[in-house]
């Protein structure tokens, strides 16, 4: 595998190896705000996972640290909202799923570097997208 130039995502590949999809566009999500979870070396939080966010882990994701809901206008950031779907990093993910707090997933909206931090078996125990 070749580096990627600095803003080059990689290959835009979900869980199955089929083209990833639009997490979100509103808001605009992903390491390269894009609307997608694409990545690549640089994105070192590897914000990867599509999830539909809830009020349960917007609360678990502030109190670690990370304040996903509080809008930040300065930066044209209007806070993720319960409902909201979001490129979430993979281990925050892992995280909330070890403290009973994990939000649901859209798997053929997340990366599949993703799967070198989660399972893809624990993804599918939180997933919205399987028939």
Request: glycine fraction near 6%; include cysteine; charge should be negative.
């Amino acid at each position: 595998m070749t580096a990627n130039e600095p803003n080059e995502p990689d290959q835009p590949l979900n869980v199955f190896g089929e083209e990833l999809e639009t997490c979100s566009n509103n808001p605009l999500t992903g390491f390269f705000r894009d609307g997608c979870c694409n990545t690549n070396d640089q994105d070192v939080g590897s914000h990867t996972i599509c999830i539909e966010a809830t009020d349960e882990f917007l609360a678990f994701s502030r109190a670690q640290g990370n304040d996903l809901s509080t809008p930040r206008p300065e930066m044209g950031f209007d806070g993720v909202k319960p409902g909201s779907c979001w490129c979430l990093c993979a281990a925050r993910w892992l995280e909330a799923y070890e403290a009973g707090a994990p939000p649901k997933v859209y798997l053929r909206r997340t990366h599949q570097r993703a799967l070198e931090i989660v399972p893809l078996a624990l993804l599918r125990t939180q997933a919205l997208d399987l028939n």
